[in-house]
């Protein structure tokens, strides 16, 4: 039908869905030490005339449906566009997930993706899903649902912490392995004290509570050293690398990031 999964010249494979075109792009994601870790995979969409879409509006204008069907496609694709790079070499993979498709997901639907993980020669250990808690509702179905995916195996993170709510006992309640700071926290850390101070007293305790720390949107070398100031595990951002439709090889060290550990 009109929607549908094509392989490009290159390989690439690449999705038709509501009458636009979906690739993948993957950002690197490094440790401490510089080494690359994985990727986080993003859309890059383009319209019927060839303009550019942003991902975000397409979601926020899609019914619940709609969304649903566009999570469950994105995570297809950078899984099959992951896979063809040769991923026994390529770490962890981060899918991005709205909080109702990760419900759906460990409601059962992660049967599907878990037979396409397979297929394409990969392990749920091998797959970080993100979720963006925006802090207005209840957390005990979100809770359950990052309980089942992490007794499934797979890594689950709490992406953009900050950006609507800082509250460490509903992180705590949520209980993800992962914890993606907002680049508004980082970005105010970068050149006010004050900041710096209450950021790096809040990643002291999520770091108590056993979780790793990813600071993103690293854009200057000023947002890198505040980012190893707060005790960040994890660094991703322009600065450590852009978002292309190529992987960097895993063991790929990041020379800014090698230079602020010494």
Same mark, same amino acid.
């Given at each position: ?96 997930? %709205? @909080?109702?498709? *990760?419900? $759906? ?6 049967? !599907? =993706? +878990?037979?396409? /993980? ?101 854009? %200057? @070398?000023?947002? *890198?050293? $505040? ?6 595990? !994890? =660094? +991703?951002?322009? /600065? ?6 190529v992987c960097l090889p895993l063991g790929h060290a990041e020379p800014r ?6």
């Open positions: 039908g009109s929607d549908h999964f094509e392989v490009a010249g290159t390989q690439e494979v690449q999705a038709r869905f509501g009458g636009r075109l979906f690739r993948s792009l993957f950002q690197p994601v490094v440790a401490r030490g510089g080494e690359l870790l994985g990727h986080e995979a993003l859309l890059q969409v383009q319209g019927p005339g060839g303009e550019g879409v942003s991902p975000r509006t397409i979601f926020e204008l899609a019914s619940d449906e709609e969304a649903l069907a566009l999570d469950h496609m994105a995570c297809t694709l950078h899984v099959l566009n992951f896979a063809r790079q040769g991923h026994g070499q390529r770490g962890l993979l981060a899918l991005n997930l %709205s @909080p109702r498709a *990760l419900l $759906a997901f460990a409601g059962g639907q992660e049967a !599907l =993706f +878990q037979a396409v /993980l397979a297929a394409c020669g990969l392990s749920p250990q091998r797959v970080v899903l993100e979720v963006t808690d925006h802090g207005f509702e209840d957390c005990t179905a979100l809770a359950a649902a990052i309980a089942q995916c992490r007794g499934r195996g797979y890594h689950t993170a709490i992406d953009n912490f900050g950006r609507f709510s800082c509250d460490i006992e509903r992180l705590e309640a949520l209980a993800p392995d992962i914890v993606k700071l907002d680049r508004c926290l980082i970005g105010h850390a970068g050149h006010l004290g004050f900041a710096r101070q209450v950021l790096g007293e809040m990643c002291a305790e999520i770091r108590r509570l056993g979780m790793r720390l990813v600071s993103q949107s690293i854009e %200057s @070398p000023q947002q *890198l050293q $505040a980012a190893m100031a707060i005790g960040a595990d !994890l =660094f +991703q951002g322009y /600065l450590i690398g852009r978002p292309s439709a990031v090698c230079e602020m550990s010494a």
